[in-house]
């Protein structure tokens, strides 16, 4: 069974901090995505990953970062976080040639004080 | 303007309505066009996609597509309680040549099935 997990379904952090979200997937999939959900807007693309040590800039972009060192896992980071980040923070994966199916994780909840 | 729009709802309709959700777009450069379901608490799971003007039949859910007008709809026949989640379309652009695609989504429609 296909599976994206991600490493926490909440998070309380304070302004400032420096936040790691971690997203593993199992299926071995090239693609890699990070989006924030918030009400009214839908889902953003943040950044994307083609694969391994690669990165791309989705639309949102701006206080944000994102590492791939291994196929399996694309990490998000917030360099310092502010309450304007407070959000749903959704994974995603796919395969190239069936690249419009993404399998998404659960979702991190994020509350920045 | 966005790129896609979708009325938000929320919409609530009684067990075994017809339901329909809709979604317009201004991108000609979409290619292919999906709809996920998100249930509270979940991430999004695709229900199924299209590529073509025309309709798609996949049991209950009929996915429509009108490109010359932009338009594409979902319509859930004999809805039942289990169908109360929120509906994303979504619409599929290349960026790059080998094939990758990035997803353009609308701002889903939360309904509600009443027993």
């Known amino acids: 069974d296909v599976k994206v997990t991600q490493s926490s379904r909440y998070l309380v952090k304070r302004t400032g901090e420096k936040v790691f979200l971690e997203c593993v997937q199992d299926?071995?999939?090239?693609?890699m995505f990070w989006y924030r959900q918030d009400p009214g807007l839908g889902l953003r693309l943040i950044y994307f990953?083609?694969?391994?040590?690669?990165?791309e800039k989705g639309d949102i972009p701006e206080g944000y970062s994102v590492s791939r060192e291994k196929k399996e896992r694309f990490s998000l980071i917030l360099e310092s976080a502010s309450t304007n980040q407070t959000s749903m923070y959704l994974c995603?994966?796919?395969?190239?040639?069936?690249?419009?199916?993404?399998?998404f994780g659960p979702g991190t909840r994020l509350l920045v004080l | 303007q966005k790129e896609v729009e979708q009325d938000p709802g929320p919409l609530s309709v009684p067990e075994g309505a017809i339901v329909s959700l809709n979604c317009t777009y201004s991108?000609?450069?979409?290619?292919?066009f999906m709809w996920y379901r998100q249930y509270s608490r979940k991430g999004p799971e695709l229900l199924m996609y299209?590529?073509?003007?025309g309709n798609k039949e996949d049991g209950r859910f009929t996915a429509q597509v009108d490109k010359s007008s932009k338009y594409i709809s979902l319509f859930i026949r004999d809805s039942q309680p289990s169908d109360s989640a929120t509906y994303l379309c979504?619409?599929?652009?290349?960026?790059?040549?080998?094939?990758?695609?990035?997803?353009?989504f609308g701002t889903g429609t939360r309904l509600t099935i009443i027993p």
């Open positions: 995603a994966s796919s395969n190239p040639m069936g690249g419009r199916t993404q399998y």
């Open positions: 299926m071995d999939h090239e693609n």
């Open positions: 990953s083609y694969d391994v040590k690669m990165k």
């Open positions: 991108n000609s450069a979409f290619q292919y």
């Open positions: 299209t590529y073509s003007s």
């Open positions: 979504a619409m599929s652009s290349l960026i790059s040549n080998f094939g990758n695609e990035k997803l353009t």
